[in-house]
């Protein structure tokens, strides 16, 4: 968005700043060099936004409410604002919008390409009158790894099962997925059937720590939303220790060593990942109370980070121990992305003391909007979202009758624009 004048741009920003509504996904676009506050030569106007680059005549600045970057002349800014740019290199830092991709402290390897189909299955329940049936699927999020062009899906070959599905794109989101709606021919007792078919190229990718160059004088501490945090006196003490014994990259790892050891895997536990206070009394959870977790542990040291809803492509027909458990917990996984200034988002696994770092070619980051796919439902006058009912220890069920299946077959490919070019209907039905 071009400016024509400061104080225009500068007013629509502090506007926009004064409706910002502090939630989790302000550290979605924090950059940690470190968020703050910007003002034109007059004092009057201010914005809340973070350095991604300059140059001799102007700076690149990323607002903190919707991610959104924007130019302004040296010129326009405050004596402050340009003393402190005195005192930096007049080079990049990393952009907080996207993940790491540069030598030498990201390495990627085996390149694949996965052929994914999606399937969800359903009946309409005997008491149900519904006037609206909708189904979404995510889709993979455009990565450096994964595709060539950040405003189109991660994927390619895409196909939809009803063929009336569409595609659509939430750009303040970042969401790319599948929407299929329907109107007619959901009475109750009738079956529905969803597919989404697509290709995704993959590879290994490793973060190397000790190429880190970013340091604990790279950050401010994030805002965080209204909720205290749920820490004990000694994890909090825990933490502040840490922070003086580690660099950022080291005490990433530290928590995910913590985390294993403290923590036992459950995918059978009924509270929500969110209530961070019952997973640490519990002492267990799944890969999305891990997640939650460590996020905790992250605004306690002030490190943004975020969630990644992805697939964990591990079982091509899509079943495993997991799916007895709950019958959507297919392929699926959540792990979170955490910002280091100098590189930029720094993809960890949570589970993983050994080498939270690696992340093999089977995780793909899918939509970052909700976990692969989601049902929702209109009988009155407002949309519903389907949520599976807790029947007591480890057994879940959907009045629905609800079943998502994620089934894949996977190739090599010599290099990361160049994947066979088998179409994703023909080999992702393997499974079906």
């Known amino acids: 968005m071009a400016i024509d004048r400061l104080t225009a741009r500068l007013t629509g920003l502090i506007m926009a700043w004064a409706c910002l509504l502090l939630a989790w996904n302000t550290c979605l676009f924090g950059q940690a060099d470190a968020a703050r506050t910007w003002s034109d030569t007059t004092g009057s106007y201010k914005i809340e936004a973070v350095l991604v680059s300059q140059d001799g005549t102007g700076v690149q600045l990323r607002r903190i409410d919707n991610g959104e970057i924007v130019t302004v002349p040296l010129e326009k800014l405050s004596a402050g604002d340009r003393e402190y740019l005195n005192g930096l290199a007049k080079t990049p830092l990393a952009d907080p919008g996207v993940p790491a991709d540069t030598a030498p402290w990201l390495t990627k390897s085996n390149w694949v390409v996965y052929h994914v189909n999606m399937k969800a299955t359903l009946t309409i329940p005997p008491q149900r009158d519904l006037k609206l049936l909708r189904l979404r699927h995510a889709l993979p999020t455009p990565r450096p790894w994964s595709s060539p062009d950040e405003k189109s899906p991660g994927a390619t070959n895409i196909q939809l099962s009803p063929e009336s599905g569409k595609q659509k794109f939430d750009s303040k989101l970042d969401s790319h997925y599948v929407i299929h709606d329907l109107k007619k021919g959901i009475d109750p007792g009738s079956a529905h ?234 080999s992702a039905s393997s499974g079906q």
């Not at 501490?221 to 994890?235: A, Q």
């Not at 996020?295 to 990644?308: H, L």
């Open 193 to 426: 059937e969803f597919n989404t078919r697509f290709d995704v190229i993959s590879c290994d990718r490793e973060f190397v720590p000790t190429a880190s160059r970013t340091t604990w004088d790279d950050y401010d501490k994030p805002k965080r939303n209204s909720e205290p945090s749920v820490l004990t006196p000694d994890l909090k003490a825990w933490v502040a220790q840490l922070k003086t014994e580690h660099t950022p990259a080291a005490f990433l790892a530290k928590i995910c060593e913590w985390n294993v050891k403290n923590l036992t895997y459950d995918a059978s536990v009924s509270h929500f990942p969110t209530d961070v206070a019952i997973t640490l009394a519990a002492k267990r959870g799944h890969c999305g109370h891990f997640c939650e977790l460590t996020g905790e542990f992250c605004w306690e040291a002030g490190i943004p980070f975020r969630r990644v809803f992805g697939l964990h492509l591990h079982e091509e027909d899509g079943v495993d121990d997991l799916t007895s458990i709950r019958s959507d917990f297919s392929n699926a996984h959540t792990w979170i992305e955490a910002l280091l200034p100098k590189e930029g988002w720094i993809e960890l696994e949570p589970a993983d003391a050994q080498n939270p770092f690696r992340m093999a070619a089977m995780f793909i980051q899918n939509n970052p909007e909700f976990q692969n796919y989601e049902l929702s439902f209109k009988s009155g006058g407002q949309l519903e979202l389907h949520q599976y009912r807790t029947m007591g220890a480890g057994t879940f069920s959907s009045e629905f009758g609800l079943a998502h299946l994620i089934t894949y077959s996977v190739e090599k490919t010599d290099s990361p624009w160049s994947a066979p070019k088998t179409a994703a209907g023909d």
